[in-house]
């Protein structure tokens, strides 16, 4: 685990740009640093050694050069049919094996790693730069293009450090960053970057980029017996979770919530120690669960309370972290409890990945009476909801217009914070836009045309929500501490499986992941097997009805940068009817305010 950065440019001075560079990301490896600069390419690398060796590496006759960030969990098996092959390895450096492999396979070895990863690989024969992202997106990879300059690396933070790099904002990205939470396009927020997408490389080669996959994601229904698949996942997940744990030379820990995927890791892998991070809020806090469960295993575990004061302090340091704007809450208490697990491990283990592989998310299960309204024929569903439409507010409303779309217009994700008309009405004309949530998400509609509803959904969640936004929190929170995260649940073996595991197999007798819950049954109490979805809850809301956060949060919306971006009438207007009680907008006018304070961190000079 580590971090890189570099550039292809002609400039002066390289060896102080590529050492300014660097050490923006020294978060990212605070165990040493390592270089290479030629008239070909410049490339910085930050070491966090978890294993016995890391840092740039090289194949026999250096006519390759590669930067690795992650872990290759078959890299041993690689090696050895490589030595097989005739090729000799000078170190016990992972990035070697990866080097070696591009050797042998060229591009067919990116399909052939499994493991968490971003690296580029410059081919000096060929004057060629590559750039490759894992198959989920666990590690991020950005780029900058702009003239004849090239950037890239595993934070857009270091790009800033270049003399070529001009900063200026993405205005597009603006827009539907307030529907989903999170920066959504291909372009970041910053003109001219852009993040690889998972299980894509990119080829940088005459002062010209093209992306390619690699790799894609394929939801299957594959009608099996249903004890043999539950024995055949089980032992998977118990395979890739102990190789994620012996992947190191160093003391692993687990991140423990109240809730079934991070207490099947931990029940599996038994790490020595666990962290858990709560509020003090009534229905806030899981530390007391996972102490209880901590103790049943006998292991220790490590807890911390936040509060609200630290939640406000913390923010600007997070989004300087995330690089873009990032609404999840959670991002917060994550940031928090990776400074805990920090200061005792240097690796910890984690739950991500499970909900979107096995059906987790409450969004997936439609229940009750809705399940019922969901049977009648579309066209007088459509109907109902447009009926529905204009009358007043009455408990199932929501329901009945939800329900009245198709699957393709309603679902952008777990979260949806505003649509787009209430996103251009608070924005300045300049800000507004006709890139609707279903334009954006229609090429991906299409590619599950003719699949079962929850299907669609969580193909959206696996290429949005979960690389831009739980990934991306997860890497960066983590990172930021020096921390190397780990998701044994989010494996390519494991979704060999998970992806063709039929609807009745993941939503059945109105519960979510029933196939890994039941799985996960065998191993800790029916208590936490059985626990619905939470996440880290952060009672946000309730904080801005106190006189102190509404009037901080009232401050920014009145700050002169934010009338040139926002219609500051309307926000003031939002919070003060959540303030008063009379509208709930706690999470519309969180994106709002996180979307600000980023914009201060990175373009208003203190």
Known sequence: MSGFTGFISKIDNKNQVIKKMTDKIKHRGPDGEDYFNDENITIGFRKLKVTSETGLGFNEDKTLIIALDGQIYNALDLKKKLIKRGHKFNTENTAEVVVHGYEEYGKDIFAKLRGMFSFVLYDFKNKELIGVRDFFGIKPIYYYHNKETFLFGSEIKSFMEHPNFEKELNEEALKPFLSFQYSVLDETFFKNVYRLN???????????????????????????????????LAEVLENSIDIHKKASNVEIGSYLSGGVDSSYVVSAAKPKKTFTIGFENKGFDETRLAKDLSDILKLKNYSKHIDADDFFDALPKVLYH??????????????????????????????????????????????????????LPFVMRRLIGRATQSLPSFKGKNSLMLYAKRV?????????????????????????????????????????????????????????????????????????????????????????????????????????????????HDVIPEEWAKRRKLGIPVPFSIWLKDKKYYEKVKEIFNEEFTNEIFDINILNEMLDKHYKGIENNGRKLYAIYCFLVWYKVYFIPN
Do not use: C
Request: no cysteine.
């Open 198 to 232: 998972p299980g894509e490389y990119f080829v940088y080669k005459n002062k010209k980029v093209e992306t390619f996959k690699y790799f894609e994601l394929n939801i299957t229904r594959d009608q099996r017996d249903y004890e043999k698949l539950k024995k055949e």
């Open 322 to 375: 995330t690089d873009e704007p990032h609404a999840n809450l959670s991002a917060v208490p994550l940031f928090y409890l990776s400074k805990l697990a920090a200061s005792k491990v240097k690796v910890v283990l984690s739950g991500e990945g499970a909900d979107e592989l096995f059906a987790g998310y409450n969004e997936y299960n439609v229940a009750g009476l809705s399940s019922l309204y969901l049977k």
């Open 408 to 520: 393709e217009d309603s679902y952008i994700g777990v979260v949806t914070i505003m649509n787009s008309e209430e996103a251009n009405n608070i924005l300045r004309d300049k800000f507004k836009s006709e890139l609707t949530p279903a334009k954006i998400l229609k090429p991906y509609y299409d590619k599950v045309k003719g699949l079962d509803n929850i299907a669609k959904k969580m193909y959206i969640d696996m290429n949005f929500w979960l690389p831009k936004d739980m990934l991306l929190k997860g890497d960066k929170m983590s990172m930021a501490h020096g921390l190397e995260l780990r998701v044994p649940l989010l494996d390519k073996e494991v979704y060999d499986i998970a992806s063709t595991i039929t609807v009745n197999n993941l939503v059945k007798n109105n519960e979510t992941k029933y196939i890994f819950r039941n799985i996960a």
